[in-house]
Structures are given as structure tokens and as C-alpha cells.
């Protein structure tokens, strides 16, 4: 029979624990026999009252996405979901499943995808869980699937392989479970009508405002197309690399000054269009730029901020803030000249879901090129990206301009990451546990006095979780800061990041490159951490 359930005997994969954002590793792991059957089960396992309900799949497109998606259909058929809504041909950026788990009123869905990292049969995949509100599930539910998956010893799926068709909207019969093919793109746009002014930026383009977006061969290209050249007029064109390609036309989407070369030199050459922006791997990370500036994440979170006023949907409506700890605390000045509370949690988006449910913040972001709001419970690249585009249209102002004058406002916040990436793991958890063991409170870091120095813990202000390790502090009295911590998303070794920030006030020394700004900073912070003792080397893989 067609849709026979079948149990299928497995061993558990000791490694199958969620790192910042989901399940990732390379692809070479996820293809290995009952991979991605362990995971999957492991997940549905620990969802109570499953049977019956709806679930959203899709993924950005990546090598290994379409089979994935035909494994977990079957698998959810054999598990007694009672339907699934699948963007065509598999496809969702990690916002729009987002928004289509709420609009849809689903028990939660799945993504796949590995973000900003490189695809295709050597690059990363990745699944991660979403949970009913449409965000990240929290780590008591990344854990229990963890725990689940290591004492895993079947799984149940349809005896039938005849994949699904993905390519036509409309719905089929999987087993007992319905699969409804859905417009990836519909219900994200239609959002995103009712957040900006769309037709204040229809205007920009109409007045020769010039553009360009780079989605980077991934999974924005079909939203951009459509929103931003189809429905906002902006001439075609405008969206680059904007089909989406399973290895990402081999390059890395990331969209920093770093990955997205390409548009980094445009935006800073003659040629220079007013406004770049970039997205990543699933569409939920951005980078903005104007002509000859680049505006940081954080920066990018405090203007949006001090702008929201400007925002059809957000006029008269932002109740506060949240940002990751290594973020600039750019946006903590906006917030206390609104008298807004502002949030620090653990990196990760995750965190901002309960703080956005509850209505405690409006607004969030994280260093790492992602902003966001409650429109949904993800980050959000395009989103940041009209919402930029709204306000300079209401205000007629360039990125520059807009950027000088927040900071002649609030004063100016500068601040560099740098990775450290393809480390040796042991002296990388060496690091880290020296700094942990040590305080350099009352001693001298970059000439100025430690007043702080410790690692991270948070205890949501909603539901009282608590998260530990979550990264080495260390803050002077004038008020600069490094943070240190290993990234949660790598896939081979490790990576260190170390965030650097001093705020200055004077707007007469705001003209500085930030790597100028901070070289007393990075410099202490090397010697600090004996990089080169320990690496072998000092220089930094990527800066942003
Ligand atoms: C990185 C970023 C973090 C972000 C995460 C997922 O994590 O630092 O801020 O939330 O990626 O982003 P880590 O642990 O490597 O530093 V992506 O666009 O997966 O969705
Ligand atoms: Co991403």
C-alpha cells in the first residue's frame, strides 16, 4: 500500500544538538543513512499533541533541500500531522516561514538551511524548529530534542519514496496528510503592505532614487524581485543575483563587507547607487549601505529605533528594544532618550521570542546583520530593508546624512567584530576557560580600568529560563568593551569572535574608520588573549 507506515529500526547520532540557530553541519554528515530520519523524529518526539495539527516546511534552496523535504513529508505523514503547507518547490525564507506559521495559525514548522554558510554538496545544511508563535524554539525544546535524539532507536515513515510534487500551488494527499504547495513569497509581502508606506517608496524609485540589492544567489531573490522591482517599481535590475541557486553560485552568503565584495565596491566606488543592501543565505540577515558608508548592524537597530516614528506600523507602538549582548549599546541611547527599556539576551533569536510575544519589545537586533520586529519572530532581512527605504523617503535625507546627524544626536558608538575562523578546537576551549578562570577587574586593559569582567548569564524577564556561558565580558571605566565568545554555528573547529565597542561622544571625532577608532582596543585585545601564542597567528578572517 501507497501509504503504509513503516517503522524503521536506527541507532542514535551522539552529535544531533542544536547549536545558535537549529541543527547545522555539512552536508556530508546530513546524507549519512538515517541523518536527517533521527533528527526529524527526535523533533516530532517531543512535540506534545502533534497528531492532527498543521506544520510549515521550506528551506532556502540549498543542495539537499529538496530531499530533506521529501524525508520529512513522508515522515510527518507517518507521525499523524495532519497537514503541511510547503513553499513552492521547497522553498521559504526563514522570515516567511516565520510569517506564514502565524498567519496560518501552525503548531510550528521546519526550516532548512545553514544561513550564511556556504552550500552545496561540500558546504552546510542545516533544520531548525520553529515553534507556534513562529520563532526559533527555545532551548528547553532544543534540549529535549537533543536528549531525545540520543536515545533514539526507530523512526516512522511512509514505505512509499514516490516524491511529492513541489512545483505546482495546490493541494495532494500524502497518506493520511494533506500537503498544501503554497506562493513562498504571497503571505510575506502582503505583511510587509501593512507595515510600511509603500507608496512613499514607490515615490523614491519614481524620482530616480537609485539601487541595489544583492541577494546573493540565495533565497531573497524571488521576494526581492517581487516586492521591491514588481510592487515598489524600483527598475529591473535593481535586484542581483536573484535566483536562487543550490550552492549559492559558490560563494558564501553573508552579507558583510567581507562576502558581499561585490556591492561593497560598488557602493564605495564613482558608480555608487544611493542605496545598497544585501541579504543572506535564507533571507533573514541584511546589510545596509549607502553611497560611501556602511552603517553597522547595531548602528543600523538605533536608527531604526529613533526612526520608528516614521513607520506606518509602528507609529505610537514601540513598547521597547531588545538586542543580543554583543550588540552595540547604540540602541540602549536611543531607548533611554524614549524612555524605553531595552533588553540584553544571549545571541541568538531565540531569546527575543518571549520579550516580542509579551509585548515587552517592539524592535530587535543583533550585531550580526539582523533586525527584526514583532511581525513576525525571526529576523528579517528584507523587512530592515523597506524600512530603511521608508525612512528615507520621509525624511529625504541620504544614508549619510541620516547616519551623521544620529550620531551627532545620540553620539557615536564604534564598534568592530572580528572572526577568527577554522581554529583548532582545544586551544579555542583553552581560551576561553583562561578567561573564565581569571578576573582583570581592578587592572588595566587598553589604558583604561576593568569594572566588569565576566561570562554572560540571562534570566528571561518572561518565563524566568536561565542561560549560562553565553560569553566573556570585559568593560573599562570609560565605558569600552570587548566581548569574547565561540560561535554556536560553525561546523568545522572552531570560531572565535571578539566584539569591540567604545562610545564617543564628541561629534568632532565621529569621522573615524572604526579599525582607527579601535586599534588601542584590538591591539590590547590581542596581547590579552595571547593570539598569536595560541594560533599560530593574530589577523582575524573576517572584520565587520
Ligand atoms: C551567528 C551570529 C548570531 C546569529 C546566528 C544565526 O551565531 O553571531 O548573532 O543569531 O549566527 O544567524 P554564532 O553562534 O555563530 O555567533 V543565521 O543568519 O543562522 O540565521
Ligand atoms: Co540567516
Redesign the pocket.
Known amino acids: 500500500m501507497a501509504d503504509r507506515v513503516i517503522e524503521v529500526a536506527t541507532t542514535p547520532f551522539l552529535c544531533q544538538k542544536p547549536?545558535?540557530?537549529?541543527l547545522?553541519k555539512t552536508v556530508s554528515v546530513f546524507r549519512q543513512p538515517h541523518y536527517v530520519e533521527n533528527f526529524v523524529q527526535s523533533v516530532f518526539d517531543v512535540l506534545d499533541g502533534l497528531a492532527g495539527q498543521t506544520l510549515v516546511v521550506g528551506g532556502d534552496g540549498r543542495f539537499y533541500n529538496q530531499e530533506a523535504i521529501q524525508v520529512i513529508l513522508r515522515m510527518a505523514a507517518a507521525n499523524g500531522v495532519g497537514r503541511v503547507l510547503v513553499g513552492r518547490d521547497g522553498l521559504l525564507s526563514?522570515p516567511a516561514a516565520s510569517c506564514v506559521i502565524r498567519r496560518h495559525g501552525a503548531y510550528g514548522g521546519l526550516i532548512l538551511?545553514?544561513?550564511?554558510?556556504p552550500g552545496g554538496p561540500a558546504g552546510d545544511f542545516?533544520i531548525k524548529y520553529n515553534i507556534g508563535n513562529g520563532g526559533p524554539a527555545p532551548e528547553r525544546v532544543t534540549e529535549a530534542m537533543f536528549a531525545r535524539s540520543r536515545e533514539l532507536t526507530q523512526y516512522r515513515i511512509l514505505e512509499d519514496e514516490t516524491p511529492v510534487d513541489l512545483s505546482r500551488d495546490g493541494d495532494t494527499q500524502l497518506g493520511a496528510m494533506r500537503v498544501s504547495v503554497i506562493d513562498p513569497v504571497a503571505d510575506y509581502a502582503e505583511l510587509m503592505e501593512t507595515l510600511f508606506d509603500m507608496e512613499a517608496i514607490a515615490g523614491l524609485f519614481r524620482d530616480g532614487f537609485t539601487m541595489r540589492f544583492d541577494a546573493m544567489h540565495a533565497i531573497t531573490g524571488p521576494y526581492a524581485h517581487a516586492i521591491l522591482e514588481k510592487r515598489l517599481g524600483a527598475p529591473a535590475g535593481t535586484v542581483v543575483n536573484g535566483t536562487p541557486l543550490k550552492d549559492f553560485g559558490g560563494g558564501h552568503p553573508d552579507p558583510n563587507l567581507t562576502y558581499a565584495h561585490d556591492l561593497a565596491e560598488l557602493m564605495f566606488g564613482p558608480d555608487a547607487p544611493d542605496f545598497g543592501a544585501a541579504s543572506?543565505?535564507?533571507g533573514?540577515?541584511n546589510m545596509i549601505l549607502g553611497r560611501g558608508v556602511f552603517v553597522t548592524p547595531s548602528d543600523s537597530l538605533a536608527v531604526l529605533l529613533a526612526n520608528a516614528e516614521l513607520l506606518p506600523g509602528y507609529r505610537g507602538r514601540v513598547k521597547g528594544v531588545a538586542r543580543?549582548m554583543?550588540t552595540s549599546r547604540a540602541a540602549d541611547r536611543v531607548a533611554e532618550a524614549m524612555g524605553l527599556p531595552c533588553y540584553e539576551t544571549p545571541?541568538?533569536?531565540k531569546f527575543f521570542g518571549t520579550l516580542l510575544d509579551a509585548g515587552r519589545a517592539t524592535l530587535c537586533g543583533?550585531?550580526?546583520?539582523?533586525t527584526g520586529s514583532d511581525h513576525v519572530r525571526?529576523?528579517d532581512g528584507l523587512w530592515a530593508v523597506l524600512a530603511w527605504l521608508n525612512i528615507l523617503a520621509q525624511r529625504g535625507e541620504t544614508v549619510a546624512g541620516i547616519l551623521t546627524g544620529h550620531w551627532r544626536q545620540f553620539g557615536r558608538t564604534y564598534y568592530t567584530r572580528h572572526d577568527y575562523e577554522g581554529l583548532d578546537k582545544a586551544p579555542a576551549d583553552a581560551l576561553m576557560a583562561d578567561l573564565r578562570g581569571r578576573s582583570l577587574v581592578g587592572e588595566v586593559f587598553a589604558g583604561q580600568r576593568v569594572v566588569l569582567h565576566d561570562d554572560f548569564a540571562y534570566t528571561d524577564p518572561v518565563d524566568g529560563s536561565t542561560s549560562s556561558g553565553q560569553g566573556i565580558r570585559v568593560q573599562t571605566e570609560d565605558g569600552s568593551r570587548l566581548v569574547v565568545?565561540?560561535?554556536?554555528?560553525?561546523t568545522q573547529g572552531a570560531?572565535l569572535?571578539l566584539y569591540m565597542e567604545r562610545f564617543e561622544p564628541n561629534p568632532e571625532h565621529h569621522h573615524h574608520d572604526a579599525q582607527d577608532a579601535l586599534a588601542d582596543l584590538i591591539a590590547a585585545t590581542r596581547s590579552l588573549l595571547a593570539l598569536k601564542a595560541r594560533f599560530g597567528a593574530e589577523d582575524p578572517t573576517v572584520i565587520t
Open positions: 547549536g545558535t540557530s537549529g547545522r526563514t538551511s545553514a544561513s550564511h554558510n542545516g543572506d543565505g535564507d533573514d540577515r543580543s554583543p545571541t541568538g533569536w543583533e550585531e550580526s546583520f539582523g525571526e529576523k565568545r565561540l560561535s554556536g554555528t560553525g570560531t569572535r
